[in-house]
């Protein structure tokens, strides 16, 4: 098993992402708000997969082990932070509304240094100075009142609900994987526990007891995260729509627009 890597402080800085690059397995004793102004950024922990167009960004508690993973050409944005002021003790995604956005790009870009070190090698950042990354004050507290406001609206940003979480029991897992395999599988609750060697009551009990949701709400949060990633890496909203079971371009539009505030056509042109 891989060594984790482990930093004392979460790094503040910027660094760009080709698609397929990522930041391997690692851990912080500090926070971080992880943010893709562009592209798609997945987020992987032992307790699931968090996935973040860019109009959201990713929470990540101290001491939380996890890995990075671009999906499309990616401008990645890490803030590092050593209070907690979500109180949030568990990774979530979060709405980033405009200004909250440009907070965060004016934060993580000083004086538009390009980042030393190679993306997918762990290897340094853009370093940012400040309060949250542990580096010099700049004169007049500029960045010191700078961060003060990316706070303020950090705490106003609402929790969104696309989180896909991990499943512990072997059933379950075996289940899950097939659709993660094939997204665009339409099997019904008792055809997928038959595949998985169980009955269709537990398989539903197990969606309810360790994920949270039921299977139709978990099924979907799986083809959303998926058609963000196809969509990254360029594909045309309609063969998205089939790729990932939906039975029309319109039907996969309209449930993306309710989950995500925008249409599909428009999530990479924003």
Known sequence: MPEIRHLPEAPTGRRPLPPGAGIDAHR??????????????????????????ANRAIWVPAG????????????????????????????????????LRELIIAYTDPAGTPPPGGPSDGGPISPSSGPAAGGRESAGGERERLLA?????????PEQPLHLPAPRDSRLAAACALLHRDPADNSTLNQLATRAGTSGRTLA?????????SFPQ?????????????LADGVPVTTVAHRCGWASASAFIDVFRRAFGYTPGRAFTM
Not at 40 to 47: I, M, P, Q
Not at 205 to 213: I, T
């Open 205 to 213: 009990r197990l969606f309810r007891a360790e994920l949270g949701m």
């Open 218 to 230: 978990w099924r979907t949060q799986l083809r959303l995260h998926h058609a963000l990633l196809l």
């Open 149 to 157: 406001v990316l706070l303020d609206q950090l705490r106003r940003a």
């Open 64 to 99: 939380t082990v996890h890995e990075h993973r671009a999906h499309g050409d990616t401008d990645l944005r890490l803030v590092g932070l050593t209070g907690n002021p979500l109180g949030l003790e568990r990774p979530a995604v979060l709405a980033v509304r405009p200004l």
């Open 28 to 53: 912080h004793d500090t926070h971080q708000i992880v943010y893709a102004c562009r592209g798609v950024l997945s987020v992987t922990t032992g307790t699931g997969i968090w996935v973040a167009p």
